[in-house]
T-cell receptor, first 115, second 110 residues
Framework: DTGVSQDPRHKITKRGQNVTFRCDPISEHNRLYWYRQTLGQGPEFLTYFQNEAQLEKSRLLSDRFSAERPKGSFSTLEIQRTEQGDSAMYLC?????????????FGQGTRLTVV | GIQVEQSPPDLILQEGANSTLRCNFSDSVNNLQWFHQNPWGQLINLFYIPSGTKQNGRLSATTVATERYSLLYISSSQTTDSGVYFCAVESTSGTYKYIFGTGTRLKVLA
């Protein structure tokens, strides 16, 4: 068990470009979450998947953001037409749901800088 | 939605001192986790504690769900304990998402 893996760890992009991040959850975890964290704040919920179904999206997730989890395995988060305000740490988490456990485990995050 | 408040916001300790971090939440929750965020941004799981008391080495945590608070105790602090400690609560909305507090920033001085 290698934990939750995120790629890339760092991304610098120019304003207006599209970026895509990948998250590989712990194997057999059927719940997957994306969070965003800005400097000095706690992580904020963006979206939640149960297997391949996207069951909840925060209003923070504007129409420039899209997330997918094909086949209920890895997930991608795409940001189109990036803005400086998108600069943040993007965190992915997974939980198993087995035995009633909802303990969430987080990846190392992808730090996005929009210049 | 549910509000999560952590106190104190900042804490500076001498190595070897003990401390108590508090997490208050505004509504019933299904579960609660404590995390330590290291300087590289990784959130490290400390406790998964919907109620009761748990201990892990120099750290322990107590959650009193009926009174809507949780405490994290750090004893004999070390410089490696420095970082940000977050409390996160799982809302009862049914989607298992966690709502985070704003954290307690701890610095332990040698």
């Amino acid at each position: 068990d290698t934990g939750v893996s995120q790629d890339p760890r760092h991304k610098i992009t120019k304003r207006g470009q599209n970026v895509t991040f990948r998250c590989d959850p712990i194997s057999e975890h059927n719940r997957l979450y994306w969070y965003r964290q800005t400097l000095g704040q706690g992580p904020e919920f963006l979206t939640y998947f149960q297997n391949e179904a996207q069951l909840e999206k925060s209003r923070l997730l504007s129409d420039r953001f899209s997330a997918e989890r094909p086949k209920g395995s890895f997930s991608t988060l795409e940001i189109q037409r990036t803005e400086q305000g998108d600069s943040a740490m993007y965190l992915c988490a997974s939980s198993s749901g087995q035995g009633g456990s909802t303990e969430a485990f987080f990846g190392q995050g992808t730090r996005l800088t929009v210049v | 939605g549910i509000q999560v408040e952590q106190s104190p916001p900042d804490l500076i300790l001498q190595e070897g001192a003990n401390s108590t971090l508090r997490c208050n939440f505004s509504d019933s929750v299904n579960n609660l986790q404590w995390f330590h965020q290291n300087p590289w941004g990784q959130l490290i799981n400390l406790f998964y504690i919907p109620s009761g008391t748990k201990q892990n080495g120099r750290l322990s945590a107590t959650t009193v769900a009926t009174e809507r608070y949780s405490l994290l105790y750090i004893s004999s602090s070390q410089t490696t304990d420095s970082g940000v400690y977050f409390c996160a609560v799982e809302s009862t909305s049914g989607t298992y998402k966690y709502i985070f507090g704003t954290g307690t920033r701890l610095k332990v001085l040698a």
